[in-house]
């Protein structure tokens, strides 16, 4: 089983930028497909970015793109989430997990997800 860490998260002023970090245990982590998730208070959990095992295709959610980049170093076991001009609205915790399936394409369905680490808190003012 596959235990994720995140962290790089904090407070920043709007138009700033920050890079989440995601990293795992295990030595099968290339295999799998790694989404990030963040939810506000109140909110349901919301698909920010996902990156599939091998590092070729990525997705992004509609309110990050051209703003965040996913991307992976299999040879550390991590996973980044460079985030960019940086809105109040993206505000959240924001959670990694691993993906069910061939690891090979991405989905946007939190419910496919497994393995969610403790989150790390990202405070974007105005």
């Known amino acids: 089983q596959v235990q994720l860490v995140e962290s790089g998260g904090g407070l920043v002023q709007a138009g700033g930028s920050l890079r989440l970090s995601c990293a795992a245990s295990?030595?099968?982590?290339?295999?799998?497909?790694l989404g990030w998730f963040r939810q506000a208070p109140g909110k349901e959990r919301e698909f920010v970015a996902g990156?599939?095992?091998?590092?070729?295709?990525?997705r992004y959610g509609d309110s990050v793109k051209g703003r965040f980049t996913i991307s992976r170093d299999n040879a550390k076991n991590t996973v980044y989430l460079q985030m960019n001009s940086l809105k109040p609205e993206d505000t959240a915790v924001y959670y990694c997990?691993?993906?069910?399936?061939?690891?090979?394409?991405?989905?946007?369905?939190?419910?496919?997800?497994?393995?969610w680490g403790q989150g790390t808190q990202v405070t974007v003012s105005s």
């Open positions: 997990g691993t993906a069910l399936g061939s690891g090979t394409v991405v989905i946007p369905r939190v419910e496919l997800y497994r393995n």
């Open positions: 295990g030595r099968t982590f290339s295999i799998y497909a």
């Open positions: 990156i599939n095992g091998s590092g070729t295709s990525t």
